[in-house]
């Protein structure tokens, strides 16, 4: 059984033999539009063995949906990173490039932390 499924409206484990993680009986949360979401990209170097990562947080909408802008901005910074638990990871310091794709691509950005 998957550890964390975010489809499953955060359900981690059930010993209820009838529960289905793959149908979507919790109701798959949707994307909202670029126009309605507000993002904040955060610089860190915590917990990262001393190495420089920008976080977008914020993201509302599937996991898909969020694969998809990580990977658009993974394209655009030319760079490494991942999205895992609702948070798009870019390796290095390229917060002003990330901020001006998200203007450009319609989401309202937000600078914080570090």
């Known amino acids: 059984m998957p550890k964390n499924n975010k ?3 955060g359900l981690v ?4 033999q009838d529960v289905s993680l793959d149908s ?3 109701g798959e949360m949707k994307t ?3 126009n ?4 904040k990209v ?3 170097k915590n917990h990262r ?3 420089t990562a920008c976080v977008i947080r914020d993201f509302v909408g599937t996991y898909d949906d969020l694969n998809t802008l990580a990977t658009k901005i993974k394209q655009k910074c030319g760079t490494g990173g991942s999205a895992k638990d609702g948070e798009i990871i870019i390796q290095g310091d390229h917060r002003d490039k990330i901020v001006l794709f998200l203007q450009q691509s319609g989401y309202q950005v937000k600078k914080a932390g570090g």
Do not use: C, V
């Open 32 to 34: 909202l539009p670029p």
């Open 42 to 44: 955060w610089l860190e």
């Open 24 to 26: 979507n009986e919790f």
């Open 49 to 51: 063995g001393g190495k």
């Open 36 to 39: 309605q979401q507000i993002l």
């Open 13 to 16: 484990y059930s010993t209820n």
């Open 7 to 9: 489809s499953a409206g």
